[in-house]
């Protein structure tokens, strides 16, 4: 295989994990969310591209450290999110078909974040780009993947586990699974559900913001980033399953390989619609998800 | 007798209201209609392009003359938000003339209603060809077209190397396409192959495997044009795969694109029609670089100077035909004669017979980029008529 060859199928390969873990992470955090509190998060996009721009706000305006950047932004999701928690999303806990509500409350949410983005970000740059958090170039044989880029892989990776982990293992993670699968057989069991709901709404958003900070680490952006992330995020926990954190994870990884081989041996434009069609397909035999419970 | 004691009074009264009233109107602002992108997508074209516009206002409004008021109004980078703004300023403010789109799609919208409705228009940027295509009346454009553009960058590729072999890597939006179609049409005319040619859709955000794709048709030249943040994210990924910088040309640059391309991009080329870096600024043209750095922390760039430029040109025309204030039948005719040059820049200013003017272009070399600003030289100037290719054919 000639380097030329080489070099093509490294880069179908870093692409399709890189853009698959940022998809998967960010498909966590709204299936997170909509499998606990049923509320499909239409302002996700919204959310991520924060992350992102809050992560340049550290970096560049404030000058501090990319990692340090990185933790405050985590930071401020956690009190952003707790702050949206008591102010909106427990209001409507007890209302019956609430997931229609979520939807239209987090409709006008994303009017209202990205008229406020653009105001205040939009007029600074029609661009962005984040300090490296590693730099350099690592030589894989004859291709060269930028540090940053491979950083910010391998610290998806590393969240995607502890995610799974914490889901899988910890007590809040049974409890999260139980509220998932009948929230009131759990409450029986003596789950506090309303305690759930808020850890998840935090938790989820978190894991989305998380997404923003590395896609911000990994690639430049601009405010359009957010309606992008928005439908490729409720595809993946469609397909998924509503509510799998699994489905999220495969599913992500899915579309990020998909995108990145139809936009070698087709085209881009192809490839940006290849996941939408897939999805259909995948609806009209499982209308339910691959991996709904 | 007494008819004519009372008479008297009556006209000395009639004559110092007439001259009252006459006085009055002098005075009275003229109202130019500005709808620009002051949220959404293109807002910060739109807020650069108002910071330009104001800088021009000390001079536009000189004491003694008649004052120009700009009704800013926010068109949220919408096309129908731009064509219902445009109504409201027509209807309501009963504006003299419409300007301020920075984006071809609302550019587009204000012009339908304009040229519907008899409002002259005067197009600060935006670059599709449509907007001054054959039968225009009262659309006047400062920035040069987009397939022109196309059309330059074969002009400047032939000047450096005959016969190159080159690869387009470009964001799938309406300005890319005319800029490629130019490009395109001019290409083979000037010795030039295309070897790639890479469309993304709107919304791409990886480039790896197409510039992978780009390394392996190893082209003499790569012509780059992201959209946004896409932009600099192709731009690395190609310099990542080994891609030097003296390959890489920019069709256009403003500068927060020059600031974010950054030092590793130091020896790449861009296009403009106005450069801070620029060798030949009018004396005008370095007070409006010191001003706007000084107001704004970042040099101009083409946006805020074609916006300063609107405003002095509206300003030229009224002081040339005080009729035109007021008629703008009078206000068409006067810009379509208008012949004058760009007060920055020296470049002149004259409109054909659908308001395209004589078109032009600068290619820069970026030299240093640092924390304050960026280092840049002319390496290239070409003009052009808007018709010396078939623009209004190669993009409907």
């Known amino acids: 295989m000639s380097n030329a060859h080489t070099i093509i199928l490294m880069s179908m390969l870093s692409s399709g994990l890189m853009l698959g873990v940022i998809f998967s992470l960010v498909a966590s955090g709204v299936t997170i969310i909509y499998g606990s509190i049923w509320m499909p998060n239409a302002a996700n996009g919204q959310f991520f591209l924060l992350g992102a721009l809050l992560t340049w706000t550290m970096t560049v305006q404030f000058g501090l450290p990319p990692a340090a950047g990185a933790l405050l932004v985590i930071g401020l999701s956690v009190a952003f999110s707790y702050l949206l928690e008591i102010l909106l999303i427990r209001r409507f806990y007890d209302v019956p078909n609430r997931n229609i509500s979520y939807f239209v409350l987090s409709l006008g949410l994303t009017q209202i974040s990205a ?164 999805m259909l397909i995948i609806l009209l035999f499982k209308p339910s998800g691959l991996f709904a419970r | ?141 400062l920035e040069p077209d987009a397939a022109g ?92 795969l080994g891609i030097k910088t003296d390959q890489i040309i920019h069709p256009f640059g403003i500068t927060t694109q020059v600031k974010n391309w950054g030092k590793r991009s130091a020896g790449s080329f861009y296009g403009t029609f106005f450069d801070s870096n620029l060798a030949n600024l009018t004396p005008e043209g370095k007070k409006f670089v010191a001003d706007f750095t000084a107001q704004n922390n970042r040099p101009p760039s083409y946006i805020e100077n074609y916006c300063y430029v609107t405003a002095q040109i509206i300003r030229q025309v009224l002081d040339a035909n005080p009729a035109a204030a007021d008629d703008r039948e009078k206000f068409r005719d006067a810009m379509s004669k208008l012949n004058t040059k760009e007060s920055t820049s020296g470049i002149p200013i004259v409109f054909d017979k659908n308001g395209a003017r004589k078109e032009y272009i600068f290619f820069m070399q970026i030299k240093d980029v640092d924390e304050k600003g960026y280092q840049a030289s002319q390496v290239f100037y070409t003009e052009w008529d808007p018709e010396v290719i078939p623009v209004y054919e190669l993009v409907k």
């Open chain 1, 115 to 278: 008229g406020l983005l653009s105001i205040t970000y939009g007029v600074w740059s029609d661009q962005f780009q984040v300090p490296p958090l590693v730099r350099g170039v690592t030589f894989i044989g004859p291709f060269p993947l930028a540090n940053t880029r491979l950083a910010a892989f391998a610290i998806a990776i590393v969240l995607l586990a502890l995610l799974f982990a914490l889901l899988r293992f910890h007590k809040y993670g049974r409890a999260l699974r139980a509220v998932f699968q009948n929230r009131e057989a759990a409450a029986l069991r003596g789950v506090d559900v309303r305690a759930v709901y808020r850890l998840s709404f935090v938790l989820g958003n978190g894991v989305v913001f998380a997404g923003g900070i590395l896609f911000a680490y990994a690639y430049s952006f601009d405010l359009s980033a957010a309606w992008t992330m928005a439908i490729t995020a409720f595809a993946i926990m469609i397909i998924g399953g509503p509510g799998s954190v699994l489905g999220a994870l495969v599913v992500g990884l899915v579309f990020g390989f998909t995108q990145a081989i139809v936009s070698t041996f087709a085209s881009p434009t192809i490839a940006a619609f290849s996941y939408l069609g897939a």
């Open chain 2, 1 to 141: 007798m007494h008819a004519e004691r009372r008479g008297l009074p009556i006209a000395l009264a009639a004559l110092i209201l007439g001259a009252g009233i006459a006085a009055a109107r002098a005075e009275e602002p003229i109202k130019i209609g500005f709808t620009t992108e002051q949220t959404g997508a293109w807002s910060f074209f739109g807020a650069s392009c108002v910071a330009g516009l104001k800088l021009a206002l000390p001079q536009v409004n000189a004491a003694g003359k008649r004052p120009i008021d700009f009704v800013i109004l926010d068109n949220q980078t919408q096309p129908a938000q731009a064509a219902a703004g445009s109504r409201n300023l027509d209807v309501q403010s009963k504006v003299l003339a419409l300007s301020g789109p920075t984006s071809s799609d609302t550019s587009l919208a204000v012009y339908g209603y304009a040229e519907q409705n008899k409002v002259p228009f005067v197009v600060p940027v935006a670059a599709f060809p449509q907007l001054t295509k054959p039968g225009s009346r009262y659309t006047f454009r």
């Open chain 2, 149 to 240: 553009w196309g059309y330059a960058i074969a002009k400047f590729v032939e000047s450096r190397k005959p016969g190159a072999k080159l690869a387009l890597i470009y964001s799938d939006y309406a300005l890319m396409r005319a800029i490629t179609a130019g490009l395109k049409y001019q290409a083979p005319k000037s010795g030039l192959k295309i070897e790639t040619d890479i469309a993304f859709p709107q919304g791409a955000n990886d480039a790896t495997v197409q510039a992978a794709q780009v390394v392996a048709a190893a082209p003499d030249y790569v012509i780059v044009i992201g959209a946004g943040g896409f932009d600099m994210t192709i731009t690395n990924q190609l310099l990542d």
